[in-house]
Structures are given as C-alpha cells and as structure tokens.
Antibody, heavy 119, light 109 residues
C-alpha cells in the first residue's frame, strides 16, 4: 500500500527540541521530493520545508529557518524533521507529503503527528 | 511569504455551483502555473483536487475545475454535493517554497 506514516508526536517545553519521522512505503521513495506541512489547531495549512529525492536542496519557510532541519534516509525510506528552539506558535499537526509525479504539488499525505509546545 | 487570500466561507444548495477565489501576487500565483487546491474534511489529511492550475488527479470528479487570471486563481465546484462540504485550501509555488491560502469553508445548505 502506498502510504506515509508520521511519528514523533510529543509535548515539549518552549526552547526544546523534537525529531519527527515519516516512513514511506509502496513507492520508490528516493525518486520523490518530500515536504513537511503543518496545521496549528483550528488554523490553516502552512508549508514548512522541502527536500529533493537525493537529499539535496533543503528549503524552509521563513518562520522555521535556522531552527528546523529537514533530512532523509533513502535506505530506510524515511523523512525527518529536526525541530529546535521550539516556540508556542510551532504547536501544530505536522504532515509529511510527497511531491506529485509532475512536481509542484502534494499528491500523498500522511495522517499527521501532533507537536505540543507548552510549559 | 504571506498567506494567499481566500474568502472565509462560501455556501450553496445541492446541485448549485460555487467558486472560491485565491488571490496572491506576481511572486507566487501570478508568476507560476503551479497552483493546486486541497480538500480537507474535519480530522483528516488534505487531498489534492486540482494541480497545475487546471489539472485533475485521477479519481477526482470532473465537477471540480480550476482556473487562473493574473494573480488570482479560482476553484469551481459544479453540481454541489453533500460530500463536498469541507475546507478548501489553495497553494502556489513561490520559488523554492510554497504558500497556502487562508482556507475556505464550503457549506452545502
């Protein structure tokens, strides 16, 4: 089955760190750029970060630049998001998403994992 | 990286048509033909309904259509059905990053 499964949900204090994972199955993971998108409670979708299939060219939203790092391990079919210096406004459901076959959109999404930032 | 502007809500009766606008700038919507639309039901992950402004993924009903003029993209749902009630988000490539719209709640009366 073609799917993405996020993990790493947790409660972290402001200023803390957390690593999210997204395990892919059912497709050739290494050939697809991947993305992280988040959604704060009751709010809209927000792009977080992207990475190419070979792990190059990471890009970040201004809101997380310098604090978050995207990476991938193609041998494990897994995408990561290392989050640091977490702020209350980072609290959200984090989705991983696959780039569409023709690019420039998100054609496969995981169910999401919740990050809570609170003291 | 400001969010694209969408109406907060639109509504229509079953069988009617509704159109959702998505206004950006020349650096995103107006600069690229890479606008996509996502449907999200409560508690669920988003689902792509339109990509590359006008293209429909396999399995998406042809009641859903997209267009763009200048810095504004639009999603039209024709023949509105009960299951179309959801939140809809536009998204545009903006040169290395993506920007989403503020979201529109579609209500089927």
């Amino acid at each position: 089955e073609v799917q993405l499964v996020e993990s790493g949900e947790g409660l972290v204090q402001p200023g803390g760190s957390l690593r999210l994972s997204c395990e892919a199955s059912g497709f050739i993971f290494s050939t697809y750029p991947m993305h992280w998108v988040r959604q704060a409670p009751g709010e809209g979708l927000e792009f977080v970060s992207s990475i190419l299939g070979d792990g190059s060219h990471p890009f970040y939203a201004d809101s997380v630049k310098g604090r978050f790092t995207i990476s991938r391990d193609n041998s494990k079919n897994t995408l990561y998001l290392q989050m640091g210096s977490l702020r209350p406004e980072d609290m959200a459901v984090y989705y991983c998403a696959r780039d569409g076959p023709t690019g420039w959109h998100f054609d496969l999404w995981g169910r999401g994992t919740l990050v809570t930032v609170s003291s | 990286q400001s969010a694209l502007t969408q109406p907060r809500s639109v509504s229509g009766s079953p069988g009617q048509s509704v159109t959702i606008s998505c206004t950006g700038a020349s650096s995103d919507v107006g600069g690229y033909n890479y606008v996509s639309w996502y449907q999200q039901h409560p508690g669920k992950a988003p689902k792509v309904m339109i990509y590359d402004v006008t293209k429909r993924p396999s399995g998406v009903p042809d009641r859903f259509s997209g267009s763009k003029s200048g810095n504004t993209a639009s999603l039209t749902i024709s023949g509105l059905q009960a299951e179309d009630e959801a939140d809809y988000y536009c998204c545009s490539y903006a040169g290395s990053v993506y920007v989403f719209g503020s979201g529109t709640k579609v209500t089927v009366l």
